[in-house]
């Protein structure tokens, strides 16, 4: 699979379809997003299950310091989740270029509809690069305890 590289050719990402899991669950975890209820051994099928899978790898180490994956129905629609960076690669523009690499490899396959959920204080990254708040729209999340039982 193609890859984009920094400029000083330290870090590249690659579309992947399996990764060391531990790796993946490590950034999870630096996120914040990891819980620990949670079945590491699932990760690849997680990659696997994911239209893409990105992993920003440090060339020196061959270790993944970044990711990013897309949600797709592969034709119309598709949702950039899970985008993360190890915390001291966060200046390096490592973000930028597994977003670039997700895109393009939209764009590639003619989906054009891609939406995200952005964490609060990502609006500034994310709108640089092409992202704006979808006016009139709520993200919605669904809690099984929250459900009101309805009787028809």
Avoid at 18 to 41: H, N, T
Avoid at 92 to 115: A, P, S, Y
Wanted: hydrophobic share 40%; charged share 30%.
């Amino acid at each position: 699979m193609q890859n984009d590289e920094s400029k000083d050719n330290s870090i590249r990402v690659d579309l992947v379809r399996s990764w060391q899991e531990e790796e993946i669950v490590d950034l999870y975890r630096d996120a914040g997003w990891w819980k620990e209820d949670m079945d590491a051994s699932r990760i690849n099928d997680l990659i696997r299950g994911s239209f893409l899978f990105a992993v920003a790898i440090d060339i020196s180490t061959g270790r993944a310091v970044g990711m990013g994956r897309v949600i797709s129905d592969g034709i119309a629609d598709a949702y950039i989740q899970d985008l993360v960076v190890q915390g001291d690669k966060r200046s390096w523009g490592v973000g930028k270029m597994i977003l670039n690499r997700l895109l393009e490899e939209c764009r590639f396959q003619k989906i054009t509809w891609i939406g995200l959920i952005a964490e609060p204080g990502k609006e500034e990254f994310y709108g640089s690069q092409g992202f704006a708040p979808m006016p009139g729209h709520v993200p919605m999340l669904f809690h099984e305890d929250a459900k009101e039982v309805r009787v028809c």
